[in-house]
């Protein structure tokens, strides 16, 4: 079994700054990309960040200058620095992860995806 679980979020004012993280954990043999995703409420899920094992970074342009994605391989976690929040940012984030798994002989990678943390920017 392999779990993502995420933290960090909450209520903040506009132009504040919130820290998320998500570590994963399990019978997890590598991990490929990281990301974080958002939903806010009657929108589609959009991907926000995402980061390569490699350390290739991609920022959607609307939090790009504001955001900051980064890993930590030893924790198995991912996090993101937001700062210069707005109220446009509210929403469920999301983080996702590609992870590799041995069963048995077999190489296995699958997708998963954490609980969700809201964070809402409002004054």
């Known amino acids: 079994q392999v779990q993502l679980v995420e933290s960090g979020g909450g209520l903040v004012q506009p132009g504040g700054s919130l820290r998320l993280s998500c570590a994963a954990s399990g019978s997890i043999s590598r991990i490929n990309n990281m990301a974080w995703y958002r939903q806010a409420p009657g929108k589609q899920r959009e991907l926000v960040a995402s980061i390569t094992s490699g350390g290739i970074i991609n920022y959607v342009d609307s939090v790009k200058g504001r955001f900051t994605i980064s890993r930590d391989n030893a924790k198995n976690t991912v996090y993101l620095q937001m700062y210069s929040l707005e109220p446009e940012d509210t929403a469920v984030y999301f983080c996702?992860?590609?992870?590799?798994?041995?069963?048995?002989?077999?190489?296995?990678?699958?997708?998963?995806w954490g609980q969700g943390t809201q964070v809402t920017v409002s004054s």
């Open positions: 996702n992860a590609g992870i590799v798994r041995i069963l048995l002989t077999k190489v296995v990678e699958n997708q998963y």
